[in-house]
């Protein structure tokens, strides 16, 4: 969350409130941040849809400078 400069997090399931120090889950194709324990619970049942690629690629190439992530 510092990464984009906000001041509070929250969860974009669970709602609860993070300190921007607080790790979590980035997660491109919903375009959510989801604390661990979400994040945990929504990938044991997540399906990925080829249909969904393009939106999850775009997002990603958004928040991935931002984040500090390097893709070849
Ligand atoms: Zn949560």
């Known amino acids: ?15 609860r409130p993070y300190l921007p120090s607080d790790k979590g889950v980035y ?3 919903l375009n ?3 604390c661990k324990e979400c994040f945990y619970e929504w990938a ?3 399906t990925w849809y080829p249909q969904d690629a393009d939106v999850e690629r775009k ?4 928040y991935a400078p931002r ?3 390097k893709c070849q």
């Not at 997002?59 to 958004?62: G, L, P, T, V, W």
């Open 67 to 69: 984040l500090g992530v």
């Open 59 to 62: 997002n990603f190439s958004f």
């Open 27 to 29: 997660i491109a194709v």
């Open 44 to 46: 044991a049942q997540a």
């Open 32 to 34: 959510h941040w989801y």
């Open 1 to 15: 969350m510092n990464a984009v400069g906000s001041d509070i997090c929250i969860c974009d399931w669970c709602g």
